[in-house]
């Protein structure tokens, strides 16, 4: 299969890992802290309409619908395994959510649907074709003041950084990230872009990036 062929890729890269994803996180990606500051930098406004794109087991998804009741919040993503772990987690928060299946590079949504488009730890996940076509999935589903806000791998700060990125490329789609090439991606799919926010943790520094349709 060649590096342009789509493939889906499951949370931390192998089936078997999934449970585990959860917890991977608490302990090695400051999470709680980075997708807060992703929600607050959303200015999420009463009755929007918010998709977070490729969920997971739906920390995100469920954060943002506590920190905005009055939205309706959908979740996507391509793995069943992990949306039974989200809806079991939304339910057990008391949180209204629809999650559906679905891949981020052929979202089964009209186009304008969306008000705000959240996505944490994804990109890296996909070929740079299929950041491409996501992208312009994207740009499509949002209405024309629509923002995207992304978190994900950026580029890395420091030794420490630097180092780990050189180990992660061996297991991750992560070159575009690690080469600063996610910005232009953004203005290709016709996004203006600004960094909102870098942090660095155990596994690499994680920049947000915030592209406005308008």
């Not at 493939?7 to 090695?28: E, G, I, Q």
């Not at 607050?40 to 995100?60: F, H, K, M, S, Y």
């Not at 679905?102 to 996505?119: E, Q, T």
């Not at 791998?153 to 180990?167: D, T």
Request: with cysteine; charged share 30%; hydrophobic share 40%.
């Amino acid at each position: 299969m060649s590096q342009h062929e789509s493939k889906y890729v499951p949370a931390l890269s192998f089936r078997v890992l999934t449970p585990l994803y959860d917890t991977f996180f608490k302990l090695t990606m400051r999470e709680e802290m980075f997708k807060r500051c992703l929600v607050q930098e959303a200015v999420i406004q009463p009755g929007q309409r918010v998709l977070d794109l490729g969920c997971g087991t739906g920390t995100l998804t469920v954060m943002i619908k506590k920190a905005h009741p009055s939205s309706e919040v959908t979740g996507i993503d391509g793995d069943p395994q992990v949306l039974e772990i989200a809806r079991r987690k939304a339910g057990e928060a008391g949180a209204s959510i629809r999650f559906d299946e679905g891949m981020a590079y052929k979202l089964p949504y009209p186009d304008n649907s969306f008000d705000r488009v959240l996505s944490s730890m994804v990109f890296h996940h996909l070929t740079t074709k299929d950041k491409e076509r996501t992208l312009s999935e994207i740009y499509r589903v949002l209405k024309p003041d629509g923002e995207l806000h992304l978190a994900d791998f950026g580029e890395p700060k420091g030794l420490y950084a630097k180092s780990v990125s050189w180990v992660m490329r061996r297991f991750e789609r992560v070159d575009d990230n690690i080469n600063g090439r996610i910005p232009e991606m953004f203005r290709k799919a016709k996004f203006s872009v600004a960094k909102t926010f870098e942090l660095l943790t155990l596994v690499g520094t994680l920049a947000l990036l915030r592209g406005s349709k308008s």
